[in-house]
């Protein structure tokens, strides 16, 4: 069974930085990519940053020379370094995997809430 646990939101002041983690359990962890989205009240699940097995990253436009999403294979983790926060990044941020076979999994989601 597939497990995803996401740690490290908080309240954080603009400018300020803030590190999320999601650890994983149940599938061959190296052997996927991973994404991380975010979901603000009212609104739509939105993708900010993605991570291939290989180690290739992709960010949204909006995210691009502020986050940085990498992966540990050896912990079985993933994470996500948001620096220069904004209080527009205010959302809960969830971690993301999906396969052919078993579909889309999430994890519960950490709020990240910054302060203007």
């Known amino acids: 069974q597939v497990q995803l646990v996401e740690s490290g939101g908080g309240l954080v002041q603009a400018g300020g930085s803030l590190r999320l983690s999601c650890a994983v359990t149940?599938?061959?962890?190296?052997?996927?990519?991973w994404s991380w989205y975010r979901q603000a009240p009212g609104k739509q699940r939105e993708l900010r940053a993605s991570?291939?097995?290989?180690?290739?990253?992709n960010y949204v436009d909006s995210v691009k020379g502020r986050f940085t999403i990498s992966r540990d294979n050896a912990k079985n983790t993933v994470h996500l370094q948001m620096n220069t926060l904004k209080p527009e990044d205010t959302a809960v941020y969830y971690c993301?995997?999906?396969?052919?076979?078993?579909?889309?999994?999430w994890g519960q989601g950490t709020q990240v809430t910054v302060s203007s």
């Open positions: 991570i291939t097995s290989g180690g290739s990253t």
């Open positions: 993301h995997v999906e396969d052919l076979r078993w579909g889309d999994r």
């Open positions: 149940g599938v061959l962890f190296r052997t996927y990519a």
